[in-house]
């Protein structure tokens, strides 16, 4: 019994060493192992690692592609133009001890990465124009804007995997100023718009209305023309008939005469019997002469 009350602490406090000399390092994570602050031993594997307890303590740190989203910095262009310029950043933890020793943990990391990348924003599309910015050539200058970036980031142990801009917006003001002028503008291309038309519609009435005219003048003519031609032959057809038997023709003409003028209506005509008119009836006996 005595033997056990004394087997009992120092299984207990073997436990207590062993649980402290382990860790894990998970494979999402790098450790160091510092022995009072000092680096001893880097440990990139993952798996079950030892340590001595009270003296060591392990810091972890993240080994995955890690994302930064700095706030959006205002740049001004060349041509002196504004424009709020939001960019994000993906890295990597390549050398977790020049990490551990330049910045000490993430935060740090990233206020210094979000100021560099802010830095060689300004400093590199300050030096293109707006229509560059907002064109495919802005790719480039983000190519450069990440070779630079990498190179400073490299002092840190880290790796700048990509560097991309995610949105490039004009300042409130000028962006209300802008779509004010392209307001106008349209507006002006619609009134240029509806006075071409108007015109259009006038010129297409025009030409309509003479065409119309045209082609009832034509058509007036043609009807004249075809309406002598058969007077004419009319005629012509009349004048044979005529030579070919004259009393017949005059006989036929009287007829016409007759029926004109005394057939309907209330008209009085008053003739003398001896009258040419009336020839015809004499030779028939309908009027005597006296």
Do not use: C, H, W
Request: charged share 30%.
């Amino acid at each position: 019994m005595k033997i056990s009350r004394f087997l009992l602490p120092i299984i207990v406090v073997a436990g207590i060493a062993v649980y402290l000399s382990l860790f894990v390092v998970k494979e999402i994570n790098q450790a160091i192992v510092l022995q009072f602050g000092d680096p001893k031993k880097i440990i990139s594997e993952p798996g079950l690692q030892v340590k001595v307890p009270f003296i060591q303590n392990v810091v972890f740190i993240d080994r995955r592609i890690l994302s930064l989203d700095p706030a959006p910095e205002e740049v001004i262009a060349s041509d002196q133009k504004r424009l709020i310029v939001d960019a994000y950043a993906r890295f990597k933890i390549v050398d977790p001890l020049k990490f551990y020793i330049s910045v000490g943990d993430e935060r740090v990391a990233r206020s210094r990465l979000a100021t560099i990348i802010n830095s060689r924003l300004r400093s590199v599309l300050g030096k293109q124009s707006l229509a560059t910015l907002l064109s495919e050539d802005r790719s480039k200058q983000m190519d450069i804007i990440q070779t630079d970036v990498n190179t400073e980031a490299q002092n840190f142990g880290i790796e700048i995997i990509d560097v991309r801009i995610k949105r490039a917006d004009l300042p409130q003001a000028n962006s209300e100023a802008i779509y004010k002028r392209m307001q106008t503008e349209r507006e002006r291309e619609a009134k240029e718009f509806r006075a071409k038309g108007a015109e259009m519609a006038v010129t297409i009435t025009s030409t309509a209305d003479k065409e119309v005219t045209v082609l009832l003048a034509n058509a007036k003519k043609q009807s004249e023309i075809m309406k002598g031609e058969g007077d004419g032959q009319r005629n012509r057809i009349f004048a044979n008939a005529f030579g070919k038997d004259p009393e017949f023709f005059a006989f036929y003409r009287a007829m016409q005469a007759y029926e004109n003028a005394l057939i309907g209506g209330d008209t009085s005509l008053i003739l003398s019997p001896d009258s040419d008119f009336f020839k015809f009836f004499g030779d028939t006996g309908i009027i005597k002469k006296q």
